[in-house]
Structure formats: C-alpha cells, structure tokens
C-alpha cells in the first residue's frame, strides 16, 4: 500500500513538470541547427540532449518547489502551535460557555496543524526532496556543460569536427543518464549502507552483526543445553 501511494505521489510529481517551462532548448536549438551533421543525428541530439537537459531542469524546479512549500508550512506551523496550545485554556469572557467555545475551536486548530506539519514532514521524508533537487541539478549542470563542450569542440573534442565527434558525445551523454538512472533505483529500493560497490564486494564476507548473531546464538545454545541437563538432573534426584 505504501509503494502504490508513492507511486500515485510520483505521478502527480512529475504531471506537475508540465507547468515548469524552460528556455533552454530556444538558446541551444538555434546552434544544434547550424553545425555541419546528418539531419537524423541532428534530431538526436535535439531529442537525447536538449529535451533531457529542459527535462531535469523542471524536476529540479518542482522538487525545489515542493520542497519550499513542505518546510514553509512545518516552520510556520511549528510557531504557531505552541502559541495557541499557550491560550486554549485562557479565560476569554465571563461565559463558561464562550470559553468553552473558543477551547474548541482552538484545541481543533491545533490539531489540524499538527497534522499538516506531520503530513508535510512525511511526504519531505518519503520522497527525499532535498537529495531529489540536488539529483537533478547535478545531472542537468553535467549534461549543460558536456553538450557545450562538445559544441565548441574543446576539451576531448578538440581537434576533430562535430561529426566525427557525436559518437564519443552520444556516449558521454548515456553515461550520465545511466547513472542517474542507477541513483534513482537506489532512491527507489534504498540499502542499508550507501556504497554499493562495497556492499558487492563484501556480501560474502561476515560483518560484525552476523558474528555477534552469531555469537548469542551459540551462547543461547549452550545456555538451553545446560538447563537441559539441569532439568533432567532435578528430575533423577526426585525419582
């Protein structure tokens, strides 16, 4: 049930980029346009390179957005809060049942925001907006700055034309997709331990959890086999 609700989250997440429209496919089409390639690897690059490009930047957009919305309203909140909590049980007129109206509305106020900021914190937790943001900035800067590179023909695309250099570029660029795509399956079946590549390594090997397991198993063994013993020789001392 949780993994329907974030996903049904994520759809929503990601209908929301529609709303987020970014100008830098009207900068870079224009130069894409006037470089000397085929027509089919033209429309590639437009596709694989400038689209992913404006595509990152509006999920960095909206998880940025998200993200400010969810902490306004948990800081907002959390100051408000205590303050009414403070006057719920504050004498407002000399009718018990005014006051006691008031309490009502107050103690009902309070809950309400209590349970927004839990709501808010909850979705800010589950969905890691903070890494999400930082995640797609980094993609969007690697894509930016390894597409004008290879624009300008500087760095390793240095002496060589944009035709001969798209191959080297294509896979550059799926290199980076890639391992976004490895990030967000991470984010999406997170591990225990942040290194992947040391949990590979060391899968096979005993860490110190399974010994100590391992160590209060053989202790509780001992420990039953001893009672054991104990019983039964309770046992031959009565008969």
């Known amino acids: 049930m949780l993994v329907l609700n ?16 970014s100008s830098f496919k009207d900068k870079v089409q224009p130069i894409i346009r006037g470089i000397s390639i085929e027509e089919n690897r033209r429309k590639i690059l437009i596709a694989r390179f400038v689209e ?5 930047d509006r999920k960095a957009k909206v998880a940025e957005t998200f993200y400010m919305i969810f902490n306004l309203i948990i800081t907002i909140g959390s100051v ?14 000399e009718d ?8 009502d509305r107050i103690y009902w106020l ?12 909850g979705l800010t937790q ?7 943001y930082g995640s797609y900035i980094l993609v969007r800067e690697k894509l930016i700055a390894e597409g004008w590179k290879y624009l300008e ?3 390793e695309y240095k002496g060589k034309t944009h035709k001969e250099n798209f191959t080297l570029f294509c896979e550059e660029i799926e290199t980076i997709k890639k391992s976004q795509t490895e990030r967000e399956i991470v984010f999406l079946n997170p591990k225990p331990n942040g290194n992947t590549h040391l949990e590979d390594t060391s899968e096979n090997e005993p860490t110190d959890e399974d010994e100590a397991e391992e ?5 509780n063994s001992m420990a039953q086999s001893v009672n054991g013993n104990v019983g039964r020789t309770n046992i031959g001392r009565r008969n």
């Open 126 to 132: 589950l969905l890691s907006l903070s890494k999400q």
């Open 215 to 219: 160590s209060q198993s053989r202790r």
């Open 153 to 155: 023909l500087c760095d």
């Open 6 to 21: 974030y996903l049904e989250i994520k759809l929503i997440f990601y209908t929301m980029l529609s709303c987020f429209r």
């Open 80 to 93: 408000i809060l205590p303050a009414l909590l403070s006057i719920q049980n504050v004498n407002f007129s």
């Open 52 to 56: 992913e490009v404006e595509l990152y």
């Open 96 to 103: 018990e049942d005014v006051d006691q109206s008031y309490r």
């Open 110 to 121: 309070s809950w309400c925001i209590s349970l927004l900021i839990s709501v808010c914190n």
